[in-house]
């Protein structure tokens, strides 16, 4: 089959790379013409393990290539961003997935499939992508097969998870939705679950609603656990002992272009029955001024202003800082004056050892679960003025015998917390 996808991004381009590795010739387009170029050249634009080699293998037997511009095909996949809206509620941004539509319409052709991954708020297609394509001159299910197929997979780990996780294919029609099956079953080793174009909409957006919601529950017990003095890192690992518990780990709040964004798709679809998501949503956002106001009262009688921060990006090991609250703590400290020394490996700029990020420091503050911070040695804080650690993602094991460890467990012992539980 030959197939078009647009949006060359973290999943639009490693979809389009396993198409292509199945034996479909594929045609990878981005409106970004630098995308295009480096591709054209062979060169990646993403770290993701295991892409750069998949995508020479491709490049090898000719069965990809780049353009800026959609082409006819047999079907066209689309993966453009969708971000939220500056309205109210955060509403879904359609605007990347309406213009790609567009860009594609003047190629279609009867019997094709148009498929949207991007995630969309719930009755996007029924209620704006099938009139653009009816619009257009096509029945929907007879002409043109329309389908929503979210993609579920983790940075990181999106070579294998793309390929071996179930899949919900959600056509707007029966017909639409065996026809997709068919395409997706030619690269997904999971099961494929057939489902209505809105049920999977919702399907999608209800699993990140699920898990920023448990986060918030578990950061709201942080601050419970401040404020009660009691241990809330322990109360979570003992009540995980339950058979049916599965408390979330808690943390300087929740970033990433999924679980910050979708909630609000659904919110902003039916604000008034969505209190639930939207308080989560409030208390996930609070977390980055929460651990501003314990790092105030950390560094009030601090000998330095200088701070060293571990760790940018949104989760550990990647390179993504999209919508990561360590780049918003990290601005908030800056505004308070502080002298925020940032390193991360992952990310360009930044100090570039983290020797040297702590030297004269009065504090490190880890933001981000990278491996390289399980061991921080002794090397590393020797020269830091005052040595102490918050860790905000209780993920540093071991630190030299001098540094002060500290935790969203135990951090109480050294702060006032009851005022800053308040936030
Ligand atoms: N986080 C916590 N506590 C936790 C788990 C995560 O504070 O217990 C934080 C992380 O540090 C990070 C944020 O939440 O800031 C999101 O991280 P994540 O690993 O949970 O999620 P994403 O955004 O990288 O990927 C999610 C995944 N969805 C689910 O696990 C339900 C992934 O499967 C989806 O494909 C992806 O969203 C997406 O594209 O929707």
Do not use: W
Request: hydrophobic share 45%; with cysteine.
């Amino acid at each position: 089959m030959k197939i078009t996808t647009i949006g060359l991004g973290y999943i639009g381009f490693s979809t389009a790379v396993l198409f292509a590795k199945q034996g479909h010739e594929v045609v990878g387009v981005d409106v970004n013409k630098h995308i295009v170029e480096r591709l054209s050249r062979g060169t990646v634009h993403l770290e993701e393990p295991g892409l750069q080699e998949l995508y020479r293998e491709v490049l090898a037997v000719g069965e990809f290539s780049v353009s800026q511009k959609p082409c006819t095909s047999d079907a066209f996949i689309i993966a453009v961003p969708t971000p939220n809206k500056d309205d109210t509620y955060k509403s879904c941004d359609l605007s990347y997935v309406v213009a790609a539509v567009k860009s594609v319409i003047p190629h279609l052709e009867k019997g094709n499939l148009l498929i949207i991954e991007s995630t969309i708020a719930p009755r996007t297609m029924e209620d704006v992508v099938q009139p653009m394509i009816q619009a257009a001159g096509f029945t929907v299910g007879v002409d043109v097969y329309l389908a929503h197929c979210p993609e579920r997979v983790l940075p990181g780990n999106i070579a294998y998870e793309l390929v071996h996780n179930p899949r919900i294919i959600g056509g707007v029609t029966p017909a639409c939705t065996e026809k997709v099956k068919r395409l997706y079953a030619t690269v997904v080793q999971g099961a494929l679950i057939s489902a209505t174009a809105s049920e999977a909409e919702l399907s999608k957006l209800m699993e990140n609603t699920f898990r920023d919601v448990n986060i918030a529950l578990a950061n709201e017990l942080v601050k419970i656990g401040g404020d009660l003095q009691i241990d809330a890192l322990k109360v979570i690992e003992m009540a995980n002992n339950h058979p049916r518990v599965n408390l979330h780990a808690p943390g300087p709040g929740v970033g990433g272009h999924c679980l910050a964004v979708d909630p609000y798709f659904v919110a902003a679809a039916v604000p008034n029955l969505s209190p639930l998501i939207q308080t989560a949503r409030a208390i996930n956002t609070s977390m980055p001024d929460y651990v501003v106001a314990l790092t105030e009262k950390l560094m009030r009688d601090a000998p330095t202003k200088k701070i060293a921060v571990f760790g940018l990006t949104y989760k550990g090991n990647i390179d993504d800082t999209r919508e990561s609250p360590a780049m918003e703590i990290v601005s908030l400290l800056e505004a308070q004056g502080y002298d925020v020394a940032k390193y991360d490996s992952h990310v360009a700029g930044g100090i570039s050892t983290m020797e040297e990020a702590c030297a004269g420091s009065s504090l490190i503050l880890v933001l981000t679960d990278h491996a390289e911070f399980i061991d921080i040695a002794k090397g590393v804080t020797a020269k830091m003025a005052l040595p102490r650690l918050l860790d905000t993602k209780n993920s540093v094991k071991t630190t030299a015998a001098d540094v002060l460890y500290m935790d969203f467990g135990n951090v109480h012992l050294y702060t006032q917390t009851r005022e800053i539980a308040s936030i």
